[in-house]
């Protein structure tokens, strides 16, 4: 097992004696506050408060520093889970649901045609209208707002609202009335229980929706009858996916070898490719492919109690907050809105104790939810003790004039809370590749606290190795718009298994011509086309696709352990298979 990362990530939480020793290199008085590995800030917290060593242990190290034990403790749970959502007759207890999507195949480059997607998440939502062809990929969306009022409405009225939408947008790009139904894909990022490729039944709302006669209902249904309702769209709705599995389809166009679709913002979740062999609660033939995209709702880890013994207090708290309180606690300890809210209350236990901020608390940093997740990156961006961005997040929050030793516990704690949560979310990940058992896999990836936060992203990377079995080499690629662009090119893969003929017909067609444009070609030279003209057009089309492909993302995929690769924001560049 590979461990090079265990240093950075998995320290001792007990309060030993060891761990209670004050640091005579890492104070107050040092300039370091970067590079510091968990023991180190833990050395550094307790020279800081020498008259508070019971407030520093209570209420930093024990909430935000589990011990390798802890974290073994977990991994063997969530594999537990995960076993019981895929068995037939352990499913309806499961935490984790692992939910067959239907969805077997990613794009393999062949699909050609417009599509259609509705993504819908939250409170914002969007109409995509992509556009795949033989020079690559375009697309146009446009975004739409949910009223406040509509949130706690009825489900009707929610549907209806969102198809008005549509029709706008169709009718704005002349696609109404058309002769032949427009694909469309679905993106609803609510925990949701797949039937078919095209239907699904929405277990529970989240995200402060509350909107009546949709629990239990199938989605796409209510979907379909606002658009017969509304009229003059001819409409084919021929997938609903999650925004996990839609991150995959349009991580999957960028690299072939993506084989996980994970989720880390304001929320988390993941999904991944397995053999239908191991799906117990698979209802679908076992025809080629044998494998099935598994949405793991793995937010859900967690709610049978299993984690009661190692979430903190301020766990607990958060859960309490919360408008969903008692759902999702592995998703409240790992992603970033809940992340933010940890901190604060770490900061607000310290003032309660009396160890910081007794003279300038204010009433922003005491409201609950008003420590933003951004707040987290920005402080452990700074570099040296003048704190420029930590006294910015301060004054953010009206605190006014603040002591280097409250801009460093502050550092402190958001990078302890930021390994706890990263170390979480590479158990997760560790255990899907585990099971999969490939010897590449590509992540595809999508959410501001992968995107926006350094060391998140940096301890994820180095902290796999440690959970994993072999010596499986993953990457990480970074996707943009995984939803709206998944959810149409979900549509376009089935619309190209449920159409084989056409792409057969096409392909062959375009055989046809290179084959004619070789003849041409050869013509050519035989007359006398210069050898050095040929080579130079070689060349150009070269750079063309190398600036399309490798440059857009910034860098090559390494072999190594964790490279990221970043979309690129052309969306005219579409790798083949």
């Not at 209510?222 to 996916?241: F, P, W, Y």
Request: glycine share 10%.
């Amino acid at each position: 097992m590979n461990t090079s990362s265990s240093s950075n990530t998995l320290s001792p939480a007990d309060g030993s004696t060891a761990m209670r020793r004050v640091s005579s290199t890492v104070g107050l008085g040092s300039k370091q506050i970067t590079g510091l590995d968990v023991e180190q800030v833990q050395q550094s917290l307790l020279g800081l408060f020498p008259d508070h060593q019971d407030v520093v242990h209570d209420y930093i190290f024990k909430p935000f520093c589990l011990g390798e034990e802890d974290y073994r403790k977990i991994q063997k749970l969530f594999d537990e889970n995960l076993d019981r959502g895929l068995a037939k007759e352990t499913h309806a207890e499961a935490c984790i649901k692992m939910y067959p999507t239907y969805v077997r195949e990613v794009p393999d480059g062949s699909e050609r045609g417009r599509y259609l997607a509705l993504d819908f998440g939250g409170v914002y939502f969007r109409t995509v209208l992509m556009t795949i062809g033989e020079e690559g990929i375009t697309s146009e969306s446009k975004t739409g707002v949910i009223p406040n009022n509509m949130l706690e409405d009825t489900g009707e009225k929610l549907f209806d609202y969102m198809v008005t939408f549509l029709h706008k947008f169709l009718k704005q790009n002349d696609l109404l009335k058309t002769s032949e139904p427009l694909p469309l894909g679905i993106c609803f990022s609510f925990p949701l229980e797949p039937v078919a490729l095209n239907r699904g039944k929405l277990v529970r709302w989240a995200k402060h929706f509350h909107c009546e006669g949709v629990v239990g209902q199938e989605v796409v249904g209510m979907l379909e009858m606002a658009i017969k309702k509304k009229g003059e769209m001819n409409i084919d709705c021929t997938a609903i996916i999650s925004d996990t599995v839609g991150t995959l389809m349009a991580g999957a166009v960028e690299d072939t070898k993506c084989a996980i679709g994970l989720i880390l913002g304001k929320g988390t979740n993941a999904c991944y490719i397995q053999s239908t062999d191991d799906v117990g609660t698979w209802d679908g033939d076992h025809d080629e492919p044998k494998q099935v995209i598994i949405t793991t709702e793995w937010r859900a880890f967690g709610e049978d109690g299993c984690l009661d013994k190692i979430r903190s207090e301020y766990d607990m708290v958060v859960d309490k907050n919360c408008k969903h309180s008692g759902f999702a606690p592995y998703e409240k300890m790992v992603s970033s809105i809940y992340l933010g809210e940890a901190v604060r209350l770490c900061l607000q236990k310290l003032k309660d104790e009396g160890a910081l901020f007794q003279d300038h608390w204010t009433a922003e940093i005491g409201t609950p939810w008003k420590f933003f997740a951004k707040y987290i990156s920005e402080v452990l961006s700074d570099e040296d003790i003048r704190f420029r961005q930590t006294r910015h997040v301060f004054d953010d929050l009206h605190l006014g004039e603040v002591s280097e030793l409250e801009c460093r516990v502050l550092h402190h704690v958001c990078q302890l809370a930021t390994v706890r949560s990263a170390t979480l979310t590479a158990i997760g990940l560790a255990c899907l590749m585990n099971r999969m058992g490939r010897k590449e896999v590509g992540i595809a990836v999508d959410g501001s606290l992968y995107r926006f936060h350094t060391l998140f992203r940096e301890t994820l990377t180095k902290t796999i190795p440690h959970f994993l079995n072999n010596d499986t080499k993953f990457w990480f690629v970074q996707v943009n718009d995984g939803s709206g662009k998944g959810a149409a090119l979900t549509s376009a893969v089935a619309h190209r298994l449920n159409h084989p003929e056409s792409y057969a017909k096409g392909q062959a067609e375009s055989q046809d011509q290179a084959e004619g444009q070789g003849q041409t070609e050869g013509q050519c030279q035989a007359e006398g086309q210069s050898m050095d003209q040929t080579e130079g057009q070689g060349q150009a089309e070269g750079q063309v696709q190398a600036e399309g492909q490798g440059q857009a993302e910034g860098q090559g995929r390494a072999e190594g352990q964790g490279q990221v690769v970043t979309q690129g924001q052309a969306e005219g560049q579409a790798k083949s298979s």
